[in-house]
């Protein structure tokens, strides 16, 4: 059974540019990565998903009901954390989580208080808003999106800018929330995160999907691909890009070293290194030098 189902999702703006282009995809229980560079169409199709946003095409459904026709349904399925959230700096963290539940229709402060005890933020719940720092701040995001324990929850690059314990500590309660058949949608460009906590993802690209799978599914087709290479000279990797795809460089005291992907083998005297996740989103997205 699938909580998300997404048919032929089209989104175009006004300036006529196709956001999303005929997007299909099916999302089921757990954490589940939208992956993508900047103006991919990640927030575009979480807008659709969570009912802000009317598409041009195709259809949405979240645990059967349709985003067009049975908005009011979905919507109370769904928590959402937006990319840009306002908050209110003079309102305190329990009072602007109140304000959030109160308009999804949720009166009961134990439903807030469970909200800022998922987050670690029950003793700052008096505090406000902009005396929080910005890793708190972002807890109290996802805390208003978590109110009433909806089926699904749509975050949309919460991880952005968070030091690495906040983004572990994000990460877990991601997880913890998708037990029992729930979804969370996490869209980020953080390849890290998606191998951390997302069991599927998608990678979006241009508004149309490049891959939708395992991540251990998409190093698998770069496995035994990937390779290190030593250049004495800068020039060199001019060379190297017309017959592999460059995936990083590493600059050393002499030289440098080159990370590629040997598409057609032709490296063949180069030792392959272990594949990681980011080195097949690279080369998904076309190598280093259009990353
Ligand atoms: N309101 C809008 N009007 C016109 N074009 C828009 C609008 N919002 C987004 N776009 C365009 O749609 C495309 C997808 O944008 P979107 O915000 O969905 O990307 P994104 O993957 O979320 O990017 P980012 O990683 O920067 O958040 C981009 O080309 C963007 O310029
Ligand atoms: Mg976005």
């Not at 959402?80 to 959230?85: A, F, I, R």
């Not at 241009?206 to 800068?234: D, H, N, P, R």
């Not at 592999?244 to 600059?251: M, R």
Request: glycine share 10%; aromatic share 8%.
């Amino acid at each position: 059974m699938y909580n998300i189902e997404i048919e032929n999702l089209t989104k175009r703006y006004k300036n006529c540019v196709a956001a999303l282009d005929h997007v299909s995809l099916m999302v089921g229980s757990g954490v589940y990565g939208l992956l993508g560079h900047n103006g991919a169409g990640k927030t575009t199709l979480m807008k659709a998903l969570v009912t802000v946003l009317e598409p041009s095409g195709g259809s949405i459904r979240v645990c059967g009901f349709d985003t067009k026709k049975q908005g009011n349904d979905v919507r109370k399925l769904i928590g959402y954390l937006p990319q840009e959230l306002a908050m209110y700096p003079s309102l305190t963290a329990f009072d602007f989580v109140s304000y959030m539940a109160e308009l999804k229709g949720i009166y009961h402060k134990n439903a807030v208080y469970a909200a800022l005890e998922q987050v670690e933020m029950l003793e700052f719940a008096k505090r406000k808003i902009g005396q929080l720092s910005g890793g708190m701040k972002r807890r109290i995001g996802i805390a208003q999106a978590l109110v009433g324990s909806p089926q699904v929850l749509v975050v949309d690059e919460p991880t952005a800018g968070l030091d690495p314990e906040e983004r572990v500590r994000f990460r877990g309660v991601l997880s913890r929330f998708a037990k029992d058949g729930k979804t969370v949608i996490l869209s980020t460009h953080i390849v890290e995160d998606v191998y951390q906590a997302c069991e599927e993802l998608a990678v979006l690209r241009k508004g149309g999907l490049l891959y939708t799978g395992t991540s251990a599914g998409l190093m698998k087709q770069v496995e035994g691909k990937i390779k290190s290479i030593k250049l004495e000279y800068e020039e060199d990797l001019v060379d190297l890009q017309k017959k592999a795809v460059v995936i990083s460089t590493t600059y050393e005291s002499a030289g440098l070293t080159a990370r590629i992907m040997d598409e057609n083998m032709v490296f063949t005297e180069a030792e392959p290194v272990p594949a990681t996740l980011e080195d097949a989103y690279v080369y998904f997205m076309g190598g280093k030098a259009h990353a």
